[in-house]
């Protein structure tokens, strides 16, 4: 019934176009196929988890890398080296993110995606074939810096479906971002020194003998590569209208016999001519700027939480860890990325529905303040009741983040206009890289300060570097009420 309504009302009116635009022609296919947009939220995810594995990946094994560059005179140096290849990574990022967004609304997304494919691919392997400590801050410079993808496909989630999917669009990015940060340091950890682990599949005169730390970002990069090739089909989503060509008229009839493109894609339909308007300036836009601010305090928490949890549960008792080991680790990290799948897909798109992204984004973060204080107590469980204790608690806090972050997309995307989206997107990466940037230099020398001091009177051990972070969070959660958090009305 819903599609024979479509169908009379679509006969009724007739429907503005430009022959060649790929974004009309995205809007009118979208309006004639209103099922569940798969294929879309399939590419979407492949290209975040691609873009976001060499982020996480090489956590597990840079300690040894630095170890092996012979670099720091003393073992306690290599925490220092090993945390600018972490930065090197984000302030590229943070340095191009806005020009890359620029380019993306200017030329489409689609060729800053494909480009960025090919840059994962080229300097995350050569990163795996780094010969010392120079080459491995470069590639990463490089990586972070030539790599614009992340911006553009927020921008591309929002507009490649109908905007009653626009939430689990959004949902799909932060959810297969937040997979990759936990299933990357599983990868990193598992195929790092394979020479080491596998002594009968690998031979220590071979390549991966003599590239210790190559095997997992050739596993990166070699998904890199068959997501670019997938990628080459992927329709563009820009609206690029010449001005000199006038605009066509289009009834269903005419629609449903139309030639797809030179890409195969379908014919698409709008409901009205579109001209491009002006572009006043994003800096005054307090609905985006405020969104972007509170989503880089929140990438702050989450970014110290995701670098002190793994070395917090490693450490031992003595300093206030759960002396996990590295499988544990893993486990833990493996479930809670199947969990975020499941909610993210299936239930987050009806709650936002209801609740709105800044409501849920305000009472995730409310959530979040108890559950993080009482990590520092879960050191009182032993055997299995520990393992399934750390494992809810590390399912709930991830839900509670992503869920956040996922609002907060929205809301940036929904602030601006087609034409500035992915400059909208730059700016927030380039604030959101730099907050990143700090987070795993400062995570790290938060737990090791507060591992010297746990017989302090106040806040003892692991107490304090928790309670650091919810002060972070109690921050941001502030920030997402009025006046300071305002969505766009219209």
């Not at 995307?413 to 927030?428: L, S, Y």
Request: one cysteine or more; glycine letters at 8%; aromatic letters at 14%.
């Amino acid at each position: 019934m819903a599609d024979e309504n479509r169908e009379r009302l679509l006969k009724e009116e007739d429907y503005y176009y430009y022959e060649n635009c790929p974004g009309c022609k995205m809007e009118q296919y979208n309006q004639v196929h209103r099922g569940f947009p798969f294929r879309q939220l399939l590419m979407i995810s492949f290209i975040v988890l691609i873009t976001a594995l060499p982020i996480s990946s090489f956590f597990p094994f840079l300690y040894f890398m630095v170890r092996d560059f012979n670099i720091a005179e003393n073992v306690e140096d290599i925490g220092f080296y090993a945390g600018f290849i972490g930065a090197s990574f984000m302030i590229g990022r943070a340095l191009t993110s806005v020009f890359w967004g620029i380019v993306a609304d200017r030329y489409g997304r689609k060729p800053v995606i494909l480009f960025g494919i090919f840059i994962v691919f080229t300097f995350n392997t050569l990163f795996g074939l780094s010969l010392n400590y120079w080459m491995a801050i470069i590639t990463r410079f490089l990586l972070g810096s030539l790599n614009g993808i992340l911006g553009p496909i927020k921008a591309y989630a929002s507009e490649s479906v109908n905007e009653e999917y626009q939430a689990i669009a959004m949902s799909s990015i932060s959810t297969t971002w937040g997979i990759a940060l936990i299933v990357g340091p599983a990868i990193g950890g598992f195929l790092a020194q394979p020479v080491e682990k596998f002594p009968g599949i690998f031979s220590s005169e071979g390549l991966f003998g003599r590239f210790p730390y190559f095997l997992p970002c050739l596993f990166t990069s070699l998904l890199a590569l068959i997501t670019g090739i997938i990628s080459l089909w992927l329709p563009e989503s820009l609206h690029m209208h010449d001005k000199n060509v006038p605009s066509h008229s289009i009834s269903y009839e005419a629609l449903e016999d139309q030639p797809g493109d030179c890409n195969g894609n379908e014919p698409t339909l709008t409901t009205e001519s579109k001209e491009l308007p002006s572009k006043p300036s994003l800096f005054r836009n307090w609905e985006l700027m405020s969104a972007i601010i509170v989503y880089c305090v929140f990438s702050l928490h989450d970014m110290a939480y995701v670098e002190i949890f793994s070395l917090w549960t490693v450490s031992s008792r003595t300093l206030g860890g759960l002396s996990f080991t590295s499988g544990d680790v893993g486990e833990v990290l493996a479930i809670t990325g199947f969990s975020l799948l499941v909610f993210q897909s299936a239930f987050y798109p009806y709650v936002e529905r209801i609740f709105g992204p800044i409501m849920v984004s305000r009472v995730c973060g409310i959530l979040s303040i108890p559950l993080l204080a009482m990590y520092s107590f879960l050191s009182v469980f032993s055997g299995a009741v520990l393992h399934i204790v750390v494992t809810l608690a590390s399912v709930l806090k991830n839900l509670l983040s992503v869920s956040i972050i996922t609002g907060l997309f929205i809301i940036q995307n929904r602030a601006v206009d087609q034409h500035q989206r992915g400059a909208a997107n730059g700016i927030a990466m380039t604030g959101m890289s730099i907050f990143k940037a700090i987070g795993p230099a400062a995570g790290g020398a938060l737990l090791s300060w507060s591992q010297k001091r746990l017989d302090a009177a106040f806040l003892p051990g692991p107490h304090m570097f928790f309670f650091i972070l919810n002060v972070i969070e109690v921050i941001a959660v502030v920030m997402t009420f009025k006046p300071f958090l305002v969505p766009r009305q219209n």
